[in-house]
């Protein structure tokens, strides 16, 4: 009987130090997320990770007509944004980051397509382009430079920019393949590659 009441006793404390533990973690994670959410810079980092991102899906969407130069924007978005996952110390870069993506394919014929869908896959283009001026107007509103990282990340995007203006060329440049009713979100103030 005295070894249950022991056995009961030692399951408590393990049950209570068990929960004080998730406690604990719950915290940190929250003081990690407020302190993020506090610091400007840090707010303006996440942000233009986020445009980064989804540069990245806008270019993925586009057509494979661009002889590697839509190909090469998206990898250099790529490389801008785990440029930045490092150089803010993130231990978990996730496994993209890490390695090389696979190649784009990106040198078919536009012959193959439809006017509409090059005219489609073109207005994607310049929205990617859009994402990126973005995310290089808030990288340079930050005081945070971390190594060299943020410089690295603003002159792979603008890589990346002029891939995409090499892409759009042949199709009169961003300025004949704007969306229809213009951009849904602020307009970019960064190098002007992409202007709406």
Do not use: C
Not at 178 to 183: D, I
Request: glycine letters at 8%; hydrophobic letters at 40%; charged letters at 20%.
């Amino acid at each position: 009987m005295k070894s249950i009441h022991i056995l009961v006793a030692a399951l408590t404390v393990l049950t209570v130090s068990s929960a004080s533990a998730q406690t604990t973690t719950v915290q940190k994670h929250h003081h990690a997320n407020s302190a993020v959410s506090q610091d400007p810079n840090m707010r303006l980092i996440h942000h233009a990770m986020e445009e980064i991102s989804k540069g990245e899906k806008a270019l993925h969407k586009g057509l494979p007509i661009y002889q590697g130069n839509r190909a090469n924007a998206m990898e250099l978005g790529r490389m801008a944004h785990a440029e930045l996952v490092i150089g803010m110390g993130e231990q978990k870069v996730n496994a993209q980051a890490k390695s090389p993506a696979k190649k784009e394919e990106d040198n078919k014929s536009p012959k193959g397509y439809t006017d509409q869908q090059i005219k489609e896959s073109n207005v994607r283009l310049v929205i990617g382009g859009h994402f990126f001026e973005n995310a290089i107007a808030l990288l340079n509103k930050t005081t945070w430079e971390s190594n060299g990282h943020k410089a690295n990340a603003i002159a792979d995007l603008q890589r990346a920019l002029d891939d995409l203006k090499a892409a759009l060329a042949p199709y009169g440049g961003a300025s004949a393949n704007m969306p229809k009713g213009g951009f849904k979100h602020s307009k970019p103030k960064a190098s002007g590659v992409i202007k709406p």
